[in-house]
């Protein structure tokens, strides 16, 4: 490469404006690209940069501040973006970088080759990232300081910042991570869950076990534990052809509503590739269709009870169906690319990355096959399930209306599908889908454990009816609203926050800054525990089986076990924030002592 003979030689130190901002710093020329005229620099903590000529002057004549130094990688132990001033700079004006006009913002075109991935990077020198992403990055980095800088001292409300649109789609692009193409790949899993490979196996069967006798349990006459286990029925009565053709009808409809091209497309998190995949959120709609479909059913005189006295050949059939989905996985993730595999089930063991799930996101075309079951055929499902019982409850009971234990159940359980369908785009932040992979755990849990074990109070009070008394109705439904305020209120703050960390509703939030660039919630109900969402849930889950009374265990096997997994899924989560988050996520923990319950756990 030619450099031009009356500027700047390769290998010279001159002084280079760092992008956005009237401050130079110190950096060596690296080279010089005749086609676009821009100097490629590098500075001194190795962020390399694409400059143009304007933006480089001789050192001479410059003066070096007495106060202590502001080289970006000072500021970048601080925050993520080399552009971003340091909160505490205010009373610095007199060297805090200007805010960059939009012009500016434009003009100057930046290329973090090498932009380290977290602020504590040395020298990235001989890494490169790719170059047009990276250089819109840096721009929208450069717009969205200013955006961050406004929020957070003028407070204007975001609505009337004309750049809002701007901003908002950049943030889209800063967010993408700076992928080096050889890092482009999914490491080994290494660290195996749920007892590894042993454990991976006894799941696979005893998830099916434990489903079939909560069902054979809960249909016997008097379901208490001391007659468990429960009689098995004949093998060829557990098969029926007429109701695996439901389930299947059932998926595609689910998966047909699913495909309406109606509702707005979202992008999930970044992939190890750096690409982000889009989602179309269309969820509630699934949900209205689906009542005004089994609304249509209904009063055509279709015997809904027919899934109550079929349950135990649905849950049949769902699970062959998921069994068969979850090898159908498997195999195509043998084609996946190294990339496209899932962090979690990556172990290199048939059965345990077969349980976990292998391909990340499996698609055919842009359908997301694991996006589409965590929320539709088995959610829905599960209220279908519990209409039915409702139905069957009156009938078996020769009930003009259900009984209010009943509509206590399909209520809540009503709310809690409709407000998750309702905040559907919450789920792409989640472990399910950035972690885990997809195959027999999920497949299984969204189609068969969710609709068959989730509706066992629905299905209990169908035969064991329990009578209410109107105080008590109050006071189950006072704990189904508190749970799910905690909940819903404790979920909401944190995807606000997630989504954007310099809304002005949460200025008054306290958090804790992270070596990624994102902060921790210590404020409200993320300063009282470190799952407070999950709190809330177990609260509404007490809530659920409450109606059913106190005469069995078998109604508060859903608490039960929710407790169970929340215990297990929390600590999932904090290994995975630990690793994330390093020390910062220690100083959580040490302002936030408890992890689900105040005081107690
Ligand atoms: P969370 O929604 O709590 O997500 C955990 C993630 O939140 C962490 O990995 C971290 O990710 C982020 N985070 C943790 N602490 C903080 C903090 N202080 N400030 C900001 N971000 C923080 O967990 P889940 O995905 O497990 O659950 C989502 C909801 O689904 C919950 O309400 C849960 O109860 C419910 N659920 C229901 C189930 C059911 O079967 N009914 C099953 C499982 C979950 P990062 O920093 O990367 O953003």
Known sequence: MRMPSNKFQKGEMVMGRWPGSSLYYEVKVLSYDTDTQLYTVIYKDGTELELKDADMKRATGFRRSRSRSRSPSRRRSRSRSPARITRRSTSQTKEAPKEPRIKDVLEVRVSPLAKPLENNSNNKHDKEVNDTSSR????AEVVLEKNRVGTRYNLRPRKEDPMDQLIEDLQKIVDEPLVEPEKQTVGKTTELEFGGKLGAAFMILFLPAVTFALLLMCQQKDPSLVYFPPVLPELDTLWDAQVFGIVVLWFLFQALLYMLPVGKIVEGLPLAT????KYR???????????AALGVAYYQDVDLSYIHDHLIQFAVSSMIFSSV??????????????????????SGNVIYDFYIGHELNPRIKSFDLKYFCELRPGLIGWIVINFSMLLAEMKFQKLDTPSPAMMLVNGFQLLYVADALWHEEAILTTMDIVHDGFGFMLAFGDLVWVPFTYSLQAFYLVKHPNALSWPWVAVIVAIKLMGYSVFRKANSEKNAFRRNPSDPKLSHARTIPTATGKSLLVSGLWGLVRHPNYLGDIIMALAWSLPCGFTHILPYFYVIYFICLLIHRETRDEKQCRKKYGSAWDEYCRQVRYRIIPGVY
Do not use: D, H, M, T
């Open 136 to 139: 819109v990055s840096e721009k």
């Open 274 to 277: 750096g690409k982000r995949l």
């Open 281 to 291: 959120i269309n969820g509630f709609y699934a949900v209205i269709l689906s009542a």
């Open 325 to 346: 989905l979850s090898v159908y996985l498997y195999v195509r993730s043998c084609w996946a690319r190294e990339g496209e595999l899932a962090p979690g089930g990556n």
